[in-house]
């Protein structure tokens, strides 16, 4: 069964350190999403790719968040400075369309200290 | 403002029992719905959804889910729970023609008792 592909699974670093997340969606799936997941609560969109367009960044804390997905397939979040109120879950999801629902990959923990 | 609500944080049931996780929504038109499981340090598997048609819908590890339009409610069942369904649970709502942007849950904390 095809996979959404996260890196790294976990991630620690200082705070005002910069922090990169890459994700590779299913083959084929226009639509990529990042989610926050802070523990116990839902995700949160941060931002949605169509292709390598962005569609909603109105979520994304763009002081410190930078997101990218040049070539339409995979995609890097980015968090410049990090700091304690960013660790959370990083999740990357990918759809083929409305009628299918997301895929989620496994996310990324995120841990600043 | 579109939202989803899952009413309890938490459901305890014991293994063998039957369960229930409850879900509304408040969203526009005729959305499709979802529902997934969230185990630790994973991200959200897939279980089931609604698009149209019958309003029970079958989905995976045995769960199903109970769509109700007057209700606007798509709630979770499970004949028999496993201890291994002890998880995290998420009820989503995909708005059409929005762009396919869901509209999560805060989640419902499912703890299956031996």
């Known amino acids: 069964e095809a996979e959404v592909a996260q890196s790294p699974r976990y991630k620690i670093t200082e705070k005002s350190q910069a922090v990169a997340f890459w994700c590779d969606p299913i083959?084929?799936?226009?639509?990529l999403y990042w989610y926050r997941q802070i523990l116990g609560q839902g995700p949160e969109l941060l931002v949605q790719?169509?292709?390598?367009?962005?569609?909603?960044d109105s979520q994304l804390p763009k002081d410190r968040f930078s997101a990218e997905r040049l070539k339409g397939v995979d995609s890097t979040l980015k968090i410049q400075p990090a700091e304690l109120g960013d660790s959370a879950m990083y999740l990357c999801?990918?759809?083929?369309?409305?009628?299918?629902?997301?895929?989620f990959g496994s996310g990324t923990r995120l841990t600043v200290v | 403002a579109q939202s989803v609500a899952q009413p309890e944080d938490q459901v305890n049931v014991a293994e063998g029992n039957p369960l229930t996780v409850k879900c509304t929504y408040s969203v526009s038109g005729n959305p499709y719905l979802f529902w997934y499981v969230q185990y630790p340090n994973r991200g959200l598997q897939f279980l089931l959804k609604?698009?149209?048609?019958?309003?029970l819908v079958k989905g995976s590890y045995g769960f199903e889910a109970e769509f109700n339009k007057s209700q606007t409610s798509f709630h979770l069942k499970k004949p028999s729970a496993l201890v291994s369904d002890s998880a995290l649970y998420f009820c989503?709502?995909?708005?059409?023609?929005?762009?396919?942007?869901?509209?999560f849950g805060t989640g419902t904390s499912l703890t299956v008792i031996p």
């Open positions: 609604y698009i149209t048609g019958d309003n």
């Open positions: 999801a990918s759809s083929q369309g409305q009628f299918y629902g997301y895929t």
């Open positions: 083959s084929g799936h226009a639509t």
């Open positions: 790719f169509q292709d390598e367009s962005v569609v909603d």
């Open positions: 989503a709502a995909d708005q059409p023609g929005t762009g396919n942007q869901f509209y």
